[in-house]
């Protein structure tokens, strides 16, 4: 009985691959510039602040680069929208380095192959955009049925294990179901001939951004565990920007702290018992942006903020959208109770309940809290206990997937955040 083959789109185009981009992208950005410039003058290629440019923007752009894929792998991240800021952050270090060393660089040079990289690369993106889609090839038995939901994907249905399917940029089968003799031997032979095969769980997590919580298994929680080495790493990182922020800021801080006296009758900063690293309480350190009230209200209640809560102040409503409110937490990021980011910290009374209703909810408490997060940017605030399941799922995903990569997407999203508004109640 001969084979039936699914023929997909052919292999990786080259527009696609590494070497292509990255070598045309310091051919555009870098060398384009220097030519022109030698066209002029053929002498300016040996001056030392040409060569020191020349060497510095080969850094810069094959550190964004870096930057910009590693950002691009994480799911629903449309990196178009990342290649001007992350190139912005790369050739902006290096070159403020060479100021702050005072080497002599060409400025012409320096903007000529910023500019020249991010319209190489959004080019590339615009190019691409349909190039890029993943191309599955799905094994039936067990949960794999709500696989084709998941969008930006090409799935293909394997019918029989007599179907070959080419180019298929994976295999993807539930590995915890009973298949049968035909199926496992039709999973080791694409194995063997190079293409990856995905359990129906690793895939899902990697296109949805969140871990799904069924049970955690020694394997679960081993995977789970974050990187201690950028743990550390971090919290130092944290602490240093944390005192930075206080310094410079101390006058904006002073100035929105009399506003909020003045706009409403309470103290200017606001306290509250919240849970944390580890599982300790601890008090965080916010601009009140709520009225005070006299009347005996449900503890839980209170604890909640609601779409269109009558308790926010007007000068409230602005700091909560632009997230200045969460400015003084600084404070507790110097004493090393919180992060810039990781998961959201609760009030204690609602902590307590969502770990009677959610199980593992604790484990998510592995890592330091945060003003900002994975699961705020992605769902914004949620107080009902399904969509704080839901959050616990993009929480653990940021706890899998713990790296600088995931936290630097965060802070691009954050600050879209900052400007829309996402998430703010």
């Given at each position: 009985?001969?084979?039936?083959?699914?023929?997909?789109?052919?292999?990786?185009?080259?527009?696609?691959?590494?070497?292509f981009?990255?070598?045309?992208?310091?051919?555009?950005a870098?060398?384009?510039?220097?030519?022109?410039r030698?066209?002029?003058?053929?002498?300016?290629?040996?001056?030392?602040?040409?060569?020191?440019?020349?060497?510095?923007?080969?850094?810069?752009?094959?550190?964004?680069?870096s930057?910009y894929?590693?950002?691009?792998?994480?799911p629903?991240?449309?990196?178009?929208?990342?290649?001007?800021?992350?190139?912005?952050?790369?050739?902006?270090?290096?070159?403020?380095?060479?100021?702050?060393?005072?080497?002599?660089?060409?400025r012409?040079?320096?903007?000529?192959?910023f500019?020249q990289?991010?319209?190489?690369?959004?080019?590339?993106s615009?190019?691409?955009?349909?190039?890029?889609?993943?191309?599955?090839?799905?094994?039936?038995?067990?949960?794999?049925?709500?696989?084709?939901?998941?969008?930006?994907?090409?799935?293909?249905?394997?019918?029989?294990?007599?179907?070959?399917?080419?180019y298929?940029?994976?295999?993807?089968?539930?590995?915890?179901?009973?298949?049968?003799?035909?199926?496992?031997r039709?999973?080791?032979d694409r194995?063997?001939?190079?293409?990856?095969?995905?359990?129906v769980?690793?895939?899902?997590?990697?296109?949805?951004?969140?871990?799904?919580?069924?049970?955690?298994?020694?394997?679960?929680?081993?995977?789970?565990?974050?990187?201690?080495?950028?743990?550390k790493?971090?919290?130092?990182?944290?602490?240093?920007?944390?005192?930075?922020?206080l310094?410079?800021?101390?006058?904006?801080?002073l100035?929105?702290a009399?506003?909020?006296?003045?706009?409403?009758?309470?103290?200017?900063?606001?306290?509250?018992?919240?849970?944390?690293?580890?599982?300790?309480p601890?008090?965080?350190?916010?601009f009140?942006?709520?009225k005070?009230?006299?009347?005996?209200?449900?503890?839980?209640?209170?604890?909640?903020?609601?779409a269109?809560?009558?308790?926010?102040?007007?000068?409230?409503?602005?700091?909560?959208?632009?997230?200045?409110?969460?400015?003084?937490q600084?404070?507790?990021?110097?004493?090393?109770?919180?992060?810039?980011i990781?998961?959201?910290?609760?009030?204690?009374?609602?902590?307590?309940?969502?770990?009677a209703e959610l199980?593992?909810y604790?484990?998510?408490?592995?890592?330091?809290?945060?003003?900002?997060?994975?699961?705020?940017?992605?769902q914004?605030h949620?107080?009902?206990?399904?969509?704080?399941?839901?959050?616990?799922?993009?929480?653990?995903?940021?706890?899998?997937?713990?790296?600088p990569?995931?936290?630097?997407?965060?802070?691009?999203?954050?600050?879209?955040?900052?400007?829309?508004?996402?998430?703010?109640?």
């Open positions: 009985m001969n084979a039936t083959t699914i023929q997909l789109p052919n292999r990786r185009h080259f527009l696609l691959r590494m070497r981009q990255l070598l045309g992208g310091l051919t555009f870098i060398l384009l510039p220097a030519f022109v030698m066209s002029v003058d053929p002498r300016v290629i040996w001056s030392s602040n040409m060569q020191v440019t020349i060497f510095a923007a080969f850094i810069a752009h094959a550190t964004g680069y930057f894929k590693r950002i691009g792998n994480f629903g991240v449309a990196a178009a929208g990342y290649i001007l800021p992350t190139f912005a952050l790369t050739y902006g270090l290096v070159f403020v380095t060479i100021f702050f060393f005072r080497f002599d660089y060409s012409f040079q320096a903007a000529a192959s500019i990289s991010t319209l190489w690369y959004f080019g590339l615009l190019v691409t955009r349909r190039l890029d889609a993943h191309r599955l090839a799905i094994i039936p038995g067990g949960d794999v049925h709500r696989l084709e939901s998941i969008p930006g994907v090409n799935w293909h249905r394997i019918r029989t294990p007599d179907m070959v399917v080419e298929a940029t994976g295999v993807v089968a539930d590995l915890r179901a009973d298949l049968s003799d035909e199926w496992e039709y999973i080791a194995a063997l001939s190079g293409t990856p095969v995905y359990h769980k690793q895939i899902s997590e990697s296109l949805t951004g969140r871990v799904e919580i069924e049970h955690l298994s020694e394997n679960t929680l081993g995977s789970l565990n974050p990187n201690q080495a950028y743990l790493i971090k919290q130092a990182i944290d602490w240093a920007s944390a005192l930075f922020v310094v410079v800021f101390s006058p904006l801080l100035f929105v009399i506003a909020v006296k003045i706009d409403s009758p309470g103290p200017a900063l606001f306290r509250q018992k919240r849970m944390g690293y580890r599982g300790h601890y008090e965080v350190y916010k009140r942006t709520m005070l009230s006299d009347t005996a209200v449900d503890e839980k209640e209170a604890a909640i903020t609601k269109g809560d009558t308790r926010i102040t007007r000068l409230g409503q602005f700091l909560r959208k632009s997230r200045i409110d969460e400015l003084p600084a404070f507790n990021i110097l004493r090393g109770e919180m992060s810039w990781g998961p959201r910290p609760e009030a204690l009374v609602l902590s307590k309940w969502y770990e199980p593992f604790r484990y998510r408490h592995i890592v330091r809290p945060g003003i900002t997060g994975w699961a705020q940017v992605n914004g949620v107080a009902a206990v399904d969509d704080v399941l839901e959050k616990l799922h993009y929480d653990f995903y940021y706890i899998k997937n713990f790296s990569w995931l936290d630097m997407l965060i802070v691009f999203r954050t600050m879209r955040t900052m400007l829309t508004g996402f998430g703010a109640r």
